[in-house]
């Protein structure tokens, strides 16, 4: 049964979108068949740091919720090499980058019941393990629809005052929605945060335990989102503790 697995922040800047990608590369390196869904249209990106960019007649998830396109072809292989050679296949579902086709979208709505459809659907076709879902920053209907058929929601934050306190009112709303498992990541972490203040402090605001802390790295702001860190051949801190994370993520394997 396939896994589904929301990546969520309350507000925008706290690297959602850059650990969405690199844990879903982690896990289909270790041999899963993975889908990244990029569910924040009004700011897509997620497809830039796999380098792909839809060619003329590639459908996005665009097509899919307001067009007759189906989800499958929305759908593009994007396994890297290394990816490959673990046995692990990938795919990334973008949403179109075109302003116009942003603004239609933001003008015209959706209906949102067709994207959590939508997820099944492709989770079925392709005999998927694990679909990431890559959320739009904030509290809305569509995120809030994800959340509620997520196995697993992933709240993202920076160990940042408006971070602390906008989280909360996402991991309220996530309980109240029964999330099954609800997994708190700190990332950009500076190394001068006493890493187990910052765990008490995370226990004592949420009751919710620190599932990872993820450090700040010179190294992944010198890549600039132009790529997947844990594929750059050099054994960043910070992708040793994201494949760390990963690894908790995949899905029971039968006996």
Known sequence: MTKIV???SFRGGTGKSNLSANLAVACAMQGQRVAIFDTDLASPGVHVLFGFSPKAGQCTLNDHLQGSASIKECA???TPDLVRRHHGRLWLVPAAMESDRIARLLREGYEVERLNDALFALSEALKLDLVFIDTHPGINEETLLSAAISDVLVMVMRPDSQDYLGTAVAIEVAERLEVPAI???VNKLPAYFDADQVKE???STYNVPAA???PLSDDLLALASGGIALLDGRNHAW???VQEFASTLLPDREP
Request: charged share 15%.
């Open 239 to 241: 992708s040793q503790a």
């Open 212 to 214: 990872a802390l993820l």
């Open 6 to 8: 929301a990546i969520h």
């Open 183 to 185: 997994k708190l990541v």
């Open 76 to 78: 593009h292989d994007v």
């Open 201 to 203: 402090r995370l226990i």
